[in-house]
């Protein structure tokens, strides 16, 4: 069977996330170490001991989330149980893991590109009133509808398809807490505002692309070769270094379209879907894009275990 590595973005981290794996893995312990050298400050402490809010901060979940996930691929190697990936896929920060994973990006660039990543969308949060809210239950035309009513002049932009009745919203404050209102009036079953720093993969954003495709420029990143990586923009496969470098910039401001990436891997084929990284978000919602397909969720130490015994 055709397999699919894909990896979380921002939103799944929680606090004591990765110390079970450094606990009982060496190769998982030794990454953790190499980080903290890389970023200068103590990341294990922060995903092993948090606080909530302090793991929470953009400019910390974004390097914490790629970290773990990254070493519980370093224990995966080490195994001898690797199944080499006919594609990887990453929801939004995840796409830096899967271009990592697909051996496009060293260890040491996609940390410092995600650390720059996560410190860029701060600052440009920090810089701007902005928020986001996700819609249950609507389809995409529905949305926009809800979007015209809801946004009076401001900002308020559908930036995440994640799955059948999930869109996310970004835009202004004011924006976001009027369609929270009014959504149920166009027969959503619930909005959900999102704990967030501002409005991400909007045209708030544009600074901290600005400030990313800098970083980029600078990236030694290779062409994709023998695995496949799916780009969140457009659902079309990376053809080379310059595309990826173009790709990472604009995911910051236009839409996530991760269920037509789904949605594309699974006409083409693709059957097996491995989900490494914390917490089940993309097994969550590849139930609700196609509920039927097999996602080998691999999130801590005793799941990881659990998939290295099946490999033998």
């Not at 990254?70 to 080490?78: G, K, N, P, R, T």
């Not at 693709?270 to 691999?298: A, D, H």
């Amino acid at each position: 069977m055709k397999t699919v590595y894909i990896f979380p973005g921002q939103g799944a981290q929680y606090v004591g996330m990765g110390k079970d794996i450094a606990e009982q893995y060496p190769q998982a312990r030794s990454l953790f170490e190499r980080a903290n050298d890389i970023l200068g400050y103590n990341l294990r402490q922060v995903c092993f001991e948090g606080p909530e809010d302090k793991l929470n901060m953009t400019a910390l979940s974004q390097p914490a989330i790629f970290v773990v996930s990254a070493a519980l691929l370093e224990v995966i190697q080490a195994s001898g149980k690797w199944v080499r990936p006919d594609v990887t896929a990453g929801l939004s920060m995840g796409e830096y893991t899967a271009l990592y994973a697909a051996g496009l990006i060293s260890f040491d660039d996609t940390l410092r590109l995600v650390q720059k990543r996560g410190q860029a969308m701060q600052d440009a949060a920090d810089a701007s009133d902005g928020s986001m809210v996700s819609i249950l239950g609507l389809e995409e035309v529905q949305v926009i509808s809800l979007c015209e009513e809801a946004s009076q002049g401001e900002l308020l932009v559908a930036v995440n398809f994640n799955c059948p009745g999930q869109i996310v919203l970004s835009g202004a404050v004011g924006a976001c807490r009027r369609v929270a209102e009014l959504a149920e009036k166009h027969g959503a079953i619930k909005a959900v505002p999102l704990s967030v720093a501002g409005a991400f993969h909007s045209e708030m954003m544009d600074p901290a692309a600005e400030e990313l495709g800098k970083a980029l420029a600078d990236c030694l990143i290779q062409d994709p070769m023998d695995i496949k990586v799916v780009a969140n923009i457009n659902a079309d496969y990376y053809t080379d270094g310059n595309d990826i470098r173009h790709g990472l910039v604009k995911q910051l401001v236009q839409p996530i379209l991760w269920q037509k990436c789904m949605e594309r891997l699974l006409a083409e084929g693709l059957e097996s879907f491995y989900e490494i990284g914390p917490g089940r978000v993309l097994t969550g919602l590849m139930k609700r894009i196609r509920r039927r397909t097999q996602v080998t969720n691999i999130s801590s130490a005793e799941s990881l275990q659990k998939f290295l015994d099946s490999a033998e």
